[in-house]
């Protein structure tokens, strides 16, 4: 493994920096906390990270978790990240301190998870899902739940997990098939079963409380007849104890990569003695479930940046030791008895190395910023303002979970290519997060999926406001990046893409009101791509908008290279990725449709 999995003062630069944490600590939700203390956290959260988790990075890949006689079996640090990061306040930061969290804003609860997840990817789901389950029971639970649940949640002595998933429905939650009958007593009786359930069993969690998606009898077709319940595997009996609750696991999905993250087949009501507890009103249990599922796609995203971050640190490291061929001279030819070089020298390498430092951190940047979006929405005192910044987390949570996604794979492939044969052999970490980070784009939603959600619903919602406020959002970045002769080519660049998006949507929303909506999405992911472009570039610049200030004020609180660095990477971004742009709108904007079937099917 590499000595340095992440790099610390790149996360506080646009933790501090970037997205200005100090504007949110300074409001009356937050003020609670200072800088100080922030910095505390996080040292000790690093700390936690060098010692607890990344030595068992590897071991959790080849040591994988496994199914045997009705039990999923992880490795034994699964339970240090659930009862240590308990302790530590990990699994409770973001929560209100009235109901036993740090309160703490999500973006020092990203940055802390960050840390940890470059430390070793196949840890932070299990405490992750376990808030993001509390937070769902805080938010709609009626008290009893709330005081019987999140408690044991929030300390790591109870996992929580979310079950939609179910093997005749995939993706389409529209085709659950889950029951729920009514009891006497107030309970349903569940029956059903649910895949690819992340962190769904294993032995070191005294009690999972999973969140089921399931149809009360009688309930209508579709999304409108579903509804949300607790379903506890153990149920508390009335002396206070655990008493199993019919919940059954089938088995263990073996993945191929995060394998130390076990992904359960759960059956519900085998025995006809599975008790679930209502959340909320009946049939209300997607729009529920959104809250969870946004807070996933985030922590997805947040994910994939942390492990594309690692691996970069990984093949930069390899880079600056491994010796190979020469450097060509200034007469274009090679001097055989001069020492070998140190592949870093060598151009492509440099490139392959400057791709994955700009996609990751760009990705990292973008995580950030619907983080902050968050925070402010829950510091603003404005009803005004919270719907505003409400509206932009709305239009960055797709991007949020699919940018790092799949540019995080393009650079940990590019991390492979820069170790060469080495890179493809398990002696070397780059192919591990290789195999891990492919899940990223499929979980929580595939990237054609938050596609769809980007194109045919944010960029339309509310008469295309969200999309409005984005643009101020980034002309306000343009205008201050244009103070400085330096980045006015990379502003006035970014300018013109504000303008090539509007025109796409201008082109494209023409199909939906003729009613032709199939054509209209049919590039979705095509859109996507190209929106997630402009959008890192957007912080590319912005980053390297305040590393400009900083040189130049003087006001610097790391090396001058670590500014240039970001300056020079910015550049890179913008010539290598920015211009991909202008491709991708010609193909948004061809009159020309391949892929919607029409007729009698003859290509595919």
Known sequence: MAKKYIDINTLKFQLFDVHELESVLSSNYYNQHDVESINLFLESVKDFSDKELH???????????????GK???????????????????????????????????????????????ANNHLLGYPGLTLGSAELILSFGEENLKEKYVPHMLTGEWAGTMCLTEPQAGSSLSDV???????????????????????????????????????????????????????????IAE?????????????????????????????????????????????????????????????????????????YHASLEYANERPQGRKIASSGKKDVTAEQTLIINHPDVRRMLLLQKALSEGAICIVMQGAHYHDKMKAANDHQEKKKYNLLLEMMTPIVKTFPSEKGIESANNGVQVLGGYGFCSEYILQQYLRDIRIFAIYEGTTGIQSLDLLGRKMLMKG????????????????SAMAYDELKPYAKTLGINLKRIADVMEFLTAF?????????????TIFMDFMSTIVAGWQWLKMATLAKEALVTGNIKYENSFYESKIHAMKFYF??????????????????VLTVAKGEEVIV
């Open 55 to 69: 030595p068992h990075f590897v071991e959790m890949d080849t040591q994988p978790a496994y199914f045997k006689d």
């Open 72 to 118: 999923i079996i992880v490795h034994p640090v699964v339970e240090t990240v659930m009862k240590k990061g308990g302790e530590l306040g990990i699994i409770a930061s973001p929560i209100e301190m009235e109901d036993g969290g740090l309160q703490l804003p999500l973006a020092v609860h990203t940055i802390a998870y960050t840390i940890m997840e470059a």
């Open 177 to 235: 098939t889950t029951t729920a009958s009514p009891q006497s007593d107030g309970s349903y009786k569940m029956n059903g079963q649910k895949i690819f359930i992340s962190g769904g069993d294993h032995q070191y969690s005294d009690n999972f409380i999973h969140l089921v998606l399931a149809r009360i009898d009688g309930a209508p077709a579709g999304t409108k007849g579903i509804s949300l319940f607790v379903v506890p595997k153990n149920r």
């Open 239 to 311: 002396d206070g104890s655990l008493e199993f609750n019919d919940v059954v696991t089938a088995g263990d999905f073996q993945k191929m990569g995060q394998r130390g993250y076990c992904t359960a087949h759960l059956m519900f009501g085998e025995s006809d003695d599975c008790q679930g507890w209502l959340i909320g009103q009946a049939h209300h249990g997607l729009k529920y479930m959104f809250q969870m599922m946004n807070g996933a796609r985030i922590a997805v995203g947040r994910g994939a940046a942390a492990i594309a971050m690692a691996a």
């Open 464 to 479: 295309g406001k969200g999309a409005h406020l984005l643009a101020q959002e980034i002309n306000g970045t343009i205008m």
């Open 512 to 524: 939906a009101q003729k009613g032709d909506f199939e054509r209209f999405i049919s590039d979705a």
């Open 575 to 592: 010539k290598y990725e920015m211009t991909k742009t202008q491709g991708l709108a010609e193909v948004l904007m061809d009159e020309e």
